[in-house]
T-cell receptor
Framework: GAVVSQHPSWVICKSGTSVKIECRSL??????MFWYRQFPKQSLMLMAT?????????EQGVEKDKFLINHASLTLSTLTVTSAHPEDSSFYIC????????????FGSGTQLSVL | GENVEQHPSTLSVQEGDSAVIKCTYS??????FPWYKQELGKRPQLIID?????GEKKDQRIAVTLNKTAKHFSLHITETQPEDSAVYFC??????????????FGTGTLLAVQP
C-alpha cells in the first residue's frame, strides 16, 4: 500500500517551454501533497505544500508564478515549470500524506528535468 | 522555522561494522522524526521513524534514538552490509495538529559499506 506514482520520470525540454509533472496517490487519498527539489548530492528542499481544493503554500524564495501547482483531486497534484530555463534543471520529487494522518510521507519516484 | 543538521556528510565502514548518523533539530515543537534511505536516482524510502514520546525504537539491524532535551536523534545500523550503501536523510516535522505539517530534511549522509 501507500504507492505514489510520478510522471514523467525524466524530461528534456527547450528553454522557454513549460513542463508538467504529475503526482498520483494510487491506493490512498491525499489531501496534502508536497513538492521537493533536489540538486545532485544535496538534500531535498521543500518547494511548496499542495492542498486539495485550495491554493498551494510556497516556501520562501520559491516563485509561485514559475512553479504552478494544481491539486484538483484527492489523488492528483501537478507541478508545472513555466518558461523553463537551464537553472531549473533538477530532480523534482513529490510526496503524499494519506488523509487522516499527520506524519508519514510517501514519495514519488521523482522527475529528472533537463532544460537545454 | 525548523532547521535540521546532519553529520557526517560521508561515512565509510567495513562490512559488519556499525554505522551511526546524527541529527539535530531546532524547533522544540517537532515531534516526529523519520529516517529515509535514498539510492542513486531513486525515491527516498522510509526505513524507520520515531515519535517524541519514545526514546528509542529498533527494527532488526536498524535503531533510532531520540534525546528531546538536547534536540538530537541518531540512526544506528549494526552488522552493515554492502546493500546498506546509500544516502540517508533524517527529517523532522513540527506537528501543529494538521495534515500540512512539513517534513524538513537534513543534509544527508552518504554511507559506503566496503566489502
Amino acid at each position: 500500500g501507500a504507492v505514489v506514482s510520478q510522471h514523467p520520470s525524466w524530461v528534456i525540454c527547450k528553454s522557454g517551454t513549460s513542463v508538467k509533472i504529475e503526482c498520483r496517490s494510487l491506493d490512498f487519498q491525499a489531501t496534502t501533497m508536497f513538492w521537493y527539489r533536489q540538486f545532485p548530492k544535496q538534500s531535498l528542499m521543500l518547494m511548496a505544500t499542495s492542498n486539495e481544493g485550495s491554493k498551494a503554500t510556497y516556501e520562501q524564495g520559491v516563485e509561485k508564478d514559475k512553479f504552478l501547482i494544481n491539486h484538483a483531486s484527492l489523488t492528483l497534484s501537478t507541478l508545472t515549470v513555466t518558461s523553463a530555463h537551464p537553472e531549473d534543471s533538477s530532480f523534482y520529487i513529490c510526496s503524499a500524506r494519506p488523509t487522516g494522518l499527520n506524519e508519514k510521507l510517501f514519495f514519488g519516484s521523482g522527475t529528472q528535468l533537463s532544460v537545454l | 522555522g525548523e532547521n535540521v543538521e546532519q553529520h557526517p556528510s560521508t561515512l565509510s565502514v567495513q562490512e559488519g561494522d556499525s554505522a551511526v548518523i546524527k541529527c539535530t533539530y531546532s524547533d522544540s515543537a517537532s515531534n516526529y522524526f523519520p529516517w529515509y534511505k535514498q539510492e542513486l536516482g531513486k525515491r527516498p524510502q522510509l526505513i524507520i521513524d520515531i515519535r517524541s514520546n519514545v526514546g528509542e525504537k529498533k527494527d532488526q539491524r536498524i535503531a533510532v534514538t531520540l534525546n528531546k532535551t538536547a534536540k538530537h536523534f541518531s540512526l544506528h545500523i549494526t552488522e552493515t552490509q554492502p546493500e546498506d550503501s546509500a544516502v540517508y536523510f533524517c527529517a523532522a516535522t513540527p506537528n501543529y495538529g494538521g495534515a500540512t505539517n512539513k517534513l524538513i530534511f537534513g543534509t544527508g549522509t552518504l554511507l559506503a559499506v566496503q566489502p
